[in-house]
């Protein structure tokens, strides 16, 4: 791809189906687009984006920390409506609630999502980084799979995919092969597909953006998440993202998905925990 048709931070499809219209103070409108639904509901990533994009307005600070949502109810493509609240505001930290509504075929708000967050400035933290953590090991993206690779489409797949840059490690692709290891693992390269680079903002969409741990668990079908916890450690530097994600528990229905987030500077960007229930057979 030439590099001046690459997309930037601000002019790409990513910004502009997160961007949100103030109606009213702490009152904002939008018009989710049908291009990040898996199956027929919109992505969670992509809503807690939106979300978040609305707080880091309605917020005196730029940046999401932590973010933690409650999905509702499923949220569908068309318009919608966010609330915000300030909670709390500080010298280096403030807090914020939002939630989003769609209507009824009554014309009443449904809510869908509602979260409570964190924003600071990631660029005011210290450089100080003391961790155990190391980046996932996942081959080159040339020796890595995605949707377009694939001779038939990939079970699950979705218009979101049309709309990203994932490339699967082959040892997490077990399922698509009609042979998952039962490991509950999820490594991937991701990026737009538009070349637009990481930033906190989408770094929330990279968390919930992967085909589900539950595949490779031998489970198909949708994977509704519940609650979604995102912490944002710094500002990505420009290039891929390597995303891992695991599970270690699926019982009475739920499972966890823990998923980490590095950046092509090897550092640990974002870290993320969510519930979600699984499918059973026969269930």
Avoid at 13 to 32: N, P, S
Avoid at 46 to 66: C, I, K, Q
Wanted: proline share 8%; hydrophobic share 40%; charged share 20%.
């Amino acid at each position: 791809m030439a590099q001046a048709s690459q997309a930037t931070i601000g002019d790409s499809e990513f910004d502009r189906d997160t961007a949100v219209t103030r109606r009213a103070e702490g009152v904002y409108d939008i018009d989710l687009s049908a291009g990040w639904t898996i199956i027929n509901a919109v992505n969670g990533g992509y809503l807690l984006a939106v979300l978040g994009r609305a707080l880091s307005d309605a917020l005196p600070h730029p940046d999401p920390f932590t973010i933690s949502a409650h999905y509702l109810t499923a949220s569908q493509p068309g318009p919608a409506v966010v609330r915000t609240d300030v909670v709390r505001t500080g010298r280096t930290l403030s807090t914020g609630q939002a939630s989003l509504f769609q209507y009824d075929e009554q014309g009443n708000e449904v809510e869908r999502i509602r979260v409570l967050a964190s924003y600071g400035d990631l660029d005011a933290l210290p450089d100080d980084v003391r961790t155990t953590a190391k980046p996932p090991a996942i081959p080159p993206i040339d020796q890595c799979f995605g949707p377009d690779d694939a001779s038939a489409p990939v079970p699950g797949s979705s218009a979101i995919t049309d709309r990203l840059m994932l490339k699967l490690d082959p040892a997490t692709l077990g399922w698509a092969l009609g042979a998952p290891s039962g490991k509950g693992e999820m490594r991937a390269w991701f990026g737009l597909k538009d070349g637009r680079d990481a930033d906190p903002l989408s770094l929330l969409l990279a968390v919930d953006a992967l085909p589900p741990t539950a595949f490779e668990l031998g489970l198909s079908g949708w994977v509704p998440t519940v609650e979604l916890t995102v912490h944002v450690r710094c500002r990505p530097a420009p290039g891929p993202l390597r995303v891992s994600i695991t599970t270690r528990n699926l019982a009475g229905g739920f499972l966890e998905e823990d998923a980490e987030v590095w950046d092509s500077d090897d550092r640990l960007v974002a870290q993320s925990r969510q519930l979600a229930r699984a499918r059973l057979q026969g269930a």
